[in-house]
């Protein structure tokens, strides 16, 4: 066998463009390949290859596309196929997945097929002695755990949405978009797409994930219609909701606007925490953020040891009066 | 009738305070602070409240798999109170610190001893280490599909059929058996279980095998560096003053106006 060489990406598409996560993965991609002078290739896997290309925007030294029909719709079992055969193909020394629902699925199943080690939700990577350390938190963030993968090769790791701004784009730099011949067993495909509903809070998610401003509600509301005065101070600057784990378990809050280890990750300018404790698993998705507020009836949360300001008050009166307050100066 | 595996770690309680949580970092390990109860992990619990929905509608035997170096009995006997029909405990001191890829490799090994099943069930990770690799490593060593982060599963035609959950909706996809499917929060926290039942399980005895048993050996494949705890940003809150809540936050509005960049 060849030596194994270069830092491969399994990219995403979003519509026609990179995706955000992807354009992350990038940026630690190429300080990893530029460490070990070695060239961060970006592979994209579906029934076509459209925008491909925009990965050399992204710093890609090589974009490779592998296309199938069969790979329309993410399944394990052909996507698994199809990476089985790139990696064969490419030869990677280091693979890199975002750690979505995607990543978090095809990077272990990879790493077993190929009998090497994987560290999952890494909120770091760096080289040392040209050996990949992977940073990863651990019992819920309490502790964070280096290390490296033994003998085997290549490295896998996916990465924390959010641990790294996207890459810069360069839209100068162009190339071509390799092909690569797949070809998938049908035979061995077990599972099959059935369909899929796109959340009804669809709105809601796509607001979070661009917003200046989150406002996001913990076991502290009490009630549904804490989550009104939470959209009513978003409102006040174009921001979106959210909520933590006790809020979404109690039905006040979707699914998917739900913020920590588990769930989104977010990075606003300003995160107003209104009734959250402050769980780790909570902050994992929301310490990035610029500036942290907590508004907490109890002064001893430790949200507050995290947070940039702080209110200990019912959350109510406290939010009305703030409200208030932002409508009058801004008139 | 169909039968479910569901593989559920024992870990020290994850909801313990962060205060008491310390690391031994020359060994790379937390140290297990006093007094916190043995749980089943977090996720574990939903794969098995997974289960035990399924069992309400249909017709299906429920075995629960857990594997350590020491397995409470009082953890196990609450998955027979709440409806497991057998639970298999694999123990022995062999297995503390296991490398996800020795976990597998053992637990696939206990499956096959357990014999005929339709669907593997497991969290989409420990509770503890957070690794969310094992799963697929037992997917892999018995050549099964996978299917991750389920919040619901049926049994429809001889198939399974799950919801997953992705990060812009809910896809339903379908599976061959026999099959391996992991579960998070989404299915919904496990049931609470009885006095009354777990008073009627307690004589039952629960089989345990060894490391020799499901032909055990240790293989590492990460190398672990270093353990710590990380640096979580404190820092200095200014607390907003104010004779009332409202007066708080009509002072954090002026406050955050004028110092915050939107």
């Known amino acids: ?331 | 009738m169909p039968h479910i595996i569901v593989c559920m770690k024992i870990i020290v309680d994850p909801e313990m305070p962060f205060s008491v949580f310390k690391v031994d970092r020359e060994n790379l390990k937390p140290i297990p602070p006093a007094g916190m109860p043995p749980v089943f992990s977090t996720f574990d619990e939903n794969a098995l409240e997974a289960a035990l929905k399924i069992k309400e509608s249909q017709e299906c035997k429920i075995t629960v798999l857990s594997m350590g170096k020491t397995l409470p009995k009082a953890v196990l006997q609450k998955a027979l109170a709440l409806g497991a029909d057998e639970v298999v405990g694999v123990e022995g001191p062999e297995f503390e610190d296991l490398d996800a890829f020795s976990t597998a490799q053992a637990l696939s090994n206990a499956i096959k001893k357990i014999g005929e099943y339709d669907l593997i069930f497991t969290g989409r990770q420990g509770a503890d280490w957070d690794a969310g690799l094992v799963w697929a490593g037992i997917a892999e060593t018995l050549e099964i599909p996978s299917i991750a982060i389920g919040r619901k599963a049926e049994f429809q035609d001889g198939k399974v059929v799950v919801e997953r959950c992705v990060s812009d909706g809910i896809e339903t996809v379908e599976s061959d058996l026999p099959a391996l499917v992991t579960f998070s929060s989404e299915v919904g926290e496990l049931r609470n279980v009885s006095l009354s039942a777990l008073m009627k399980v307690k004589k039952r005895q629960i089989p345990k095998w060894s490391a020799s048993d499901v032909d055990f050996e240790k293989v590492e494949t990460m190398t672990m560096r270093d353990l710590y705890e990380p640096d979580l940003g404190e820092v200095d809150c200014f607390m907003v003053p104010g004779e009332s809540p409202e007066e708080m936050g009509r002072n954090l509005a002026k406050k955050l106006l004028e110092e915050v960049s939107l």
């Open chain 1, 1 to 331: 066998m060849t030596e194994c060489k270069n830092v491969l990406i399994f990219g995403e598409m979003d519509g026609e463009s990179l995706s955000s996560v992807t354009a992350q993965v990038m940026r630690i991609g190429k300080a990893l390949s530029g460490d070990l002078n070695e060239e961060l290739h970006l592979l994209l896997l579906g029934s076509d290859a459209q925008g491909a290309e925009e990965g050399y925007g992204y710093g890609a030294d090589k974009v490779f596309a592998g296309t199938d029909p069969l790979l329309e719709n993410y399944l394990t079992d052909t996507y698994l196929q199809a990476m089985e055969q790139a990696v064969g193909e490419l030869n990677p020394s280091i693979i890199l997945f975002a750690q979505n629902d995607k990543g978090l699925d095809l990077a272990p199943r990879l790493a077993f097929r190929l009998k090497t080690g994987v560290a999952l939700d890494c909120v770091d990577l760096k080289i040392d002695g040209g050996v990949m350390v992977t940073v990863k938190p651990v019992f819920g963030g309490k502790a964070h755990a280096d290390a490296n993968i033994a003998e085997s090769r290549p490295q896998v790791a996916s990465v924390r949405e959010g641990a790294f701004d996207p890459a810069d784009y360069d839209e100068s730099k162009k190339g071509e978009v390799g092909n690569l011949a797949l070809s998938i067993d049908g035979s061995k495909v077990k599972t099959r797409f059935v369909k899929k509903e796109k959340d009804e809070s669809l709105a809601l998610m796509l607001k979070l994930a661009g917003a200046n401003v989150v406002v996001s509600g913990g076991r502290g509301l009490k009630k549904q219609e804490g989550v009104d005065l939470i959209q009513a101070t978003a409102d006040l600057f174009d921001g979106a909701i959210a909520g933590s784990r006790p809020a979404v378990d109690n039905g006040w809050i979707p699914n998917s606007l739900q913020i920590g280890l588990t769930g989104k990750k977010v990075n606003p300018q300003m995160y107003i925490a209104v009734g959250i404790s402050g769980a780790l698993q909570h902050m994992a998705g929301c310490s990035k953020s610029k500036t942290i507020v907590a508004i907490n009836s109890d002064e001893g949360a430790p949200i507050f040891k995290m947070s940039h300001y702080g209110v200990v008050a019912d959350y109510k009166e406290a939010l009305e009066g703030f409200n208030d307050e932002v409508k009058r100066i801004k008139g």
